[in-house]
């Protein structure tokens, strides 16, 4: 099972509140996600509060396009909007490189992604399942 779930606030800039072009970049990240022809689960994109928000969920039988995808997509974000931060949490229990009874937490901020352990739901045996 391949299963994942975040979120992101969109945002132009780390080192300023001017969101001079949040609109444009915002109908560019929907352009983007369009390209997808995403079929994996849940995308949302819309502004809550006067701040843009991205939510993204999904959970399919094996590991496949929309694994790429999900990643893809919050790299763009990340290129697009700098000041943009957020969560992508994953867990696939196929994973090959140590990862499969762990959730793993990818990390947006400052236009990066990190990839980080998880210490509230992992080991996934026994913390969630048994």
Request: proline share 2%; charged share 25%; aromatic share 12%.
């Amino acid at each position: 099972m391949y299963e994942f779930h975040g979120w992101a606030t969109i945002r132009e800039t780390y080192g300023s509140t001017e969101e001079n072009n949040i609109k444009e970049i915002v109908e560019n990240i929907k352009k983007f996600i369009e390209k997808l022809n995403w079929n994996g689960g849940l995308i949302d994109l819309r502004a809550i509060n006067g701040e843009y928000q991205l939510s993204i969920s999904g959970m399919s039988n094996h590991k496949g396009k929309d694994a790429e995808d999900v990643l893809k997509l919050y790299s763009f974000v990340g290129n697009v909007a700098q000041g943009s931060y957020g969560i992508l949490y994953v867990r696939d229990d196929e994973d090959t490189n140590g990862y499969e009874n762990k959730f793993q937490v990818f990390v947006l901020a400052k236009g990066k992604i990190s990839h980080e352990e998880d210490s509230f739901l992992s080991p996934c045996v026994p913390v969630v399942e048994e």
